[in-house]
Structure formats: structure tokens, C-alpha cells
């Protein structure tokens, strides 16, 4: 069946840092890809999506290209704020939505 | 524009009490999902409802159903409580019937914790 890895947290990094947490896949079909974002206390954003390989999604200096023949959707981002700090879930859709487990993102000033 | 709303935000039960959950979705939108979220995991799939039909459900027990009424807005029910049931309950809504396409606004949860 299908699947997600997320590489496992908690991640820690000094602000400004370069930021990647890495996301695989497992899927019979040709699903869509997703990256939400929960922070404390509250429900899952959307951070940013790609429907198709090759297409790069991107959002507040995040970003994550769809690589079909590496089955991987990372998460980037060049320079990560304090505010940044949260858990941050790949997820792919295909008949439904699947998400990884989650990784924690913790960022000091 | 609101977004997605849910109620209560924190409920606690007893074992083998009953709940009911509620989600409003997002203007337009008519399809309303439902997850459970336990804690240091992803979010498990419930249902979806499109159109007050059932579009999709995941592996959950019989204990769990949920409805959809006219204006668009759900209900989920959780009978005979155990306290593995204890999690936030999400809940999401987005304009497609399913598939691959198909993007989830999630609202804030509704925490619930049976002792």
C-alpha cells in the first residue's frame, strides 16, 4: 500500500541555518504531494503542494520538488527563522490522503 | 473569509461514554474529511463526506460515523469511548469529492481525552 518517511526529528538548527527534511514515498499510482505545518497547539497548515513530477511547490522561502524517479518530495529552505520552529508533515494523496509521522523543527536564535 | 471551525476545542470523557464532534467547512467548500491525530503522530484518516455522501472511510472501528447535513456541515460520533481514543480529532474541508487533486484546509481540532 502507500506510504510516507520522514526522516525523524527532532531537527535542531541555529537561525539563518539551511533547512532540509527529507520525505519518500511508496505508491502504486501517481499521487499528489503535500507539506503541512502544525504548530503548537493548533491543526495542520498547508505549506505548499505539487500535483505532478518535476513540479516544484513553494511557499515562505520553503520549497519541495516532486522527484518521481527518486520517489522524494524534501523540504528546503535557506535561511530558517525562530518562528519556523514547528512539526512539519509530508503527506501524498492518491485515493486519500496519507501523512508521515512528523518532524520536529526546533530553531534558536 | 473564515476558515475552517470545529467545537468544541476540549472535551473529556469517561470509557464508555459517547461524543459528538463538529466541523463547519470553509465557505463553498462541500466536502468535509475527519482525522484522528495521536500524539507524536500523523494524522489518521476517518471520513469523507462530499454531498452528505460517503466518499471514503478509513480503518476505524463501526464506533466511529459521522454525517453530513444540507448547509455542508459534519458531525463525528464516537460511541462506547476507550482511552485509546483519546487524541485531537481533525477536521478539514476542500472543494473536490476525493482523488488525487483534491487539497485539505484543516481547522484547529478538537482535543479530546478519555479517563
Redesign the interface.
Known sequence: GNSVTQMEGPVTLSEEAFLTINCTYTATGYPSLFWYVQYPGEGLQLLLKATKADDKGSNKGFEATYRKETTSFHLEKGSVQVSDSAVYFCALRDDKIIFGKGTRLHILP | DAG?TQSPTHLIKTRGQHVTLRCSPISGHKSV?WYQQVL??????IF?YYEKEER?R?NFPDRFSARQFPNYSSELNVNALLLGDSALY?C?SSSEP????????????TRLTVL
Open positions: 475552517v474529511s507524536g503522530q500523523g494524522p489518521q484518516f469523507q471514503g478509513g481533525l478539514a476525493g482523488g488525487r487533486t483534491d487539497t485539505q484546509y484543516f481547522g484547529p481540532g
